[in-house]
């Protein structure tokens, strides 16, 4: 199972939200750049990174970031936030990232994430952002009347390589993630589900690993927090 060290950027720096809440958000003195450093030094191949600017504006903002970290660390990154059209996802390829995750701008508009699929074969992710079953949209901002499952099932054909399920009452928590919904997410799903939000110990991480058509798993806030050692985390990856 893959264990994805998560980085949040917001102006340059690396943050954290709780429940996706921007004027709920902590802020670090170590710089993304420095962050990515200290997960390949510990031996870990995947990185999750979300722009915290793109999704705000719907712009490529860090891409900088993204490229100087593809570049210096050989990692597989895993990259979301605010990416609504072709261009951006092309930008993001460019750079080297493995998959681009879409998530508001899919659900918006179904036909944009089948294109994206068909124009990008195994590069895209699904983000599914769940709110007491419903999908959430916008940052988290919006909700919609749309059930996470229901979804699932319309694009499960589209040829997405990846779903990555959050629960958001759970993220930035660190109360453990949803896995009764994240099991059903998986049982729908065509493609490897990875679970999101609420990770708070290597318990966490092991019962992931019990369960079935699991790719990963994303670890933000116990990271630096301290709840979770990275030492600890890394003897995981191979365990």
Known sequence: MKIFPAIDIKDKKCVRLVKGD?????????????QAGKYKDHGFKNLHIVDLDGALTGETVNLDIIQEIVDKFDLKIEIGGGIRNFESIQKYIDVGV?????????????????????????????????????????????????????????????????????DIN????????????????????????IISGGVSSIDDIKKAKSLKNIEGIIVGKAIYDGDIKLDELAKEINA
Request: proline content about 4%.
């Open 22 to 34: 921007f004027d709920n958000k902590t802020e670090y003195e170590i710089s993304p750049f420095e």
């Open 170 to 193: 759970r993220d930035g928590t660190k109360q453990s993630p949803n896995f009764e919904e994240t099991i059903k997410v998986s049982e729908t799903s065509n493609c490897p589900v």
């Open 98 to 166: 493995e998959k681009v995750i879409l998530g508001s701008a899919a659900i918006k508009d179904k036909n944009f994430l089948k294109e994206a699929c068909q124009k990008f074969p195994d590069k895209i992710a699904l983000s599914l952002d769940a709110k007491n079953g419903y999908l959430s949209l916008s940052g988290w901002k919006e909700n919609s009347n749309q059930l996470t499952l229901d979804f699932l099932k319309e694009v499960n054909n589209y040829g997405v390589s990846r779903v990555i399920y959050t």
